[in-house]
């Protein structure tokens, strides 16, 4: 049986890197490629939703309709990824991409938009699963953690890239800079064809059999409930992803309010995304107990901090250290995640555990959008300091270490 790293070191995290097979970097590199293209527009998408339709809570409603239409196909489309290639299913969804641009800027009015929130959810929800389920299917034993860590370092590495190339550029195209989606998207798509693809294709006609049958259905549900030790996982993803889907939209919007420059907010934007990218490095700490821990108790206090200060210097500082306590605990849970499906189930259990993520997507800007406009923006991060340390709180329980703990990862 291979050994874990126990050490905390730069020597042992290079080699552990260097080991993971390729079909794991390439996609990491697709994802990066594709990433950077969302992450240059980033800080200023709740910025543009509030100028074609003004308070808060209608940025919100439209943020959330994205996750929304996500939930209604999480389930279909991770069926689909379950029984054909994971990597034609992202460059079909790749494909989808390279209109986006032009469509996003086109239609301007809530209606128009909110039915042009289906397409980008039927292109996202599609990428992200055959993304996600490629990692998870790719990963060697023992490197969970450290795989699905470069995973996601890979799209905030990009996250943290984008929003410096998009403070610069924003004041001289402006909104134009929304076709960097569809031009990184194509570059991505020609990047995938390096992918290796390894995963069985049972057939695109099985998979949808699959899909209209019922008993399937049922049988996922059973398949997730039964795995107590996975719902109770996905539940904690849960709340945890409602803190930062609310934190994503109203930070750039925060940063306005205080008379920030486009330059300013692309730059806390990539502050708040940097310390992400050293979740790999985050993921070898032999003592994940006590990172997930001490995470969600620093998560508690900085958001507090950042409703109880107004001033820029302190919002650079307070949104960069939220973000390293974001990245001490992510890996930890993905990991787990992935440690915690059969493989043959792997694309079907990631479509269900979408509908987590996504349910908290919808709930977190909706919520935040009506007290944000009822109380003001800074209330919104009060609450995210009452989750996390209930969050915390709960990690100290026999019945929280059960699940997460019960064997070493």
């Given at each position: ?19 993971l ?16 293209g ?24 439209v ?41 996003f ?27 996600e ?33 998009g ?8 909104f ?42 049922k ?7 039964t ?28 940063l ?19 310390p ?28 507090f901090?950042l ?44 479509g ?27 209330y ?7 989750i ?11 019945l ?10």
């Amino acid at each position: 049986m291979e050994k874990r790293p126990r050490l905390f070191t730069p020597v042992s995290f290079s080699k552990e890197m260097k080991s993971l097979p390729k079909s794991i970097k390439m996609v990491s590199l697709v994802l990066f490629i594709y990433s950077l293209g969302w992450g240059i527009i980033s800080p200023f998408i709740p910025i543009y939703y509030q100028s074609l339709f003004g308070s808060y809570t209608k940025v919100g409603f439209v943020t959330a309709l994205l996750p929304i239409f996500a939930m209604l196909l999480d389930i279909p489309i991770g069926s689909i990824v379950n029984s054909v290639s994971k990597r034609r299913i992202m460059q079909f969804a790749l494909l989808l991409y390279l209109p986006f641009s032009y469509f996003f800027l086109s239609f301007r009015s809530l209606l128009a938009f909110s039915a042009f929130r289906f397409y980008h959810a039927f292109s996202a929800t599609s990428f992200w699963i055959s993304a996600e389920s490629y990692t998870r299917y790719h990963s060697p034993p023992w490197k969970a953690t450290l795989s699905i860590s470069l995973y996601d370092a890979a799209g905030t590495l990009a996250l943290i890239l984008g929003p410096i190339i998009g403070g610069i550029l924003f004041s001289e195209l402006g909104f134009n800079l929304f076709y960097s989606v569809s031009i990184f998207a194509a570059l991505a798509l020609l990047l995938s064809f390096f992918m290796p693809d390894h995963d069985p294709n049972k057939g695109i006609k099985k998979a949808f059999t699959n899909l209209m049958h019922w008993q399937k259905f049922k049988d996922l549900v059973n398949e997730f409930m039964t795995n107590s030790p996975l719902v109770k996982v996905n539940a904690f993803l849960f709340f945890f992803r409602l803190c930062f889907s609310f934190l994503a939209m109203l930070l750039p919007l925060f940063l306005k309010e205080l008379g920030a420059s486009y330059f300013k907010i692309g730059i806390v934007f990539s502050l708040f995304y940097l310390p992400l990218v050293f979740e790999p490095y985050f993921a070898m700490f032999a003592k994940k107990k006590y990172a997930l821990r001490l995470g969600l108790f620093f998560s508690s206090g900085l958001f507090f901090f950042l409703f109880a200060n107004n001033e820029l210097p302190y919002v650079f500082l307070y949104s960069m250290l939220l973000a390293l306590t974001f990245a001490a605990i992510i890996p930890i849970v993905q990991g787990r995640i992935t440690e915690l499906m059969p493989k043959d189930k792997i694309g079907d259990l990631t479509g269900f555990g979408f509908l987590f993520g996504d349910l908290s997507a919808a709930i977190g800007p909706l919520m935040a959008g009506i007290i944000a406009d009822a109380f003001g923006i800074k209330y919104v991060f009060l609450i995210g300091a009452v989750i996390t340390f209930a969050l915390g709180m709960l990690a100290l329980t026999k019945l929280f270490n059960s699940a997460f703990f019960e064997k070493s990862i």
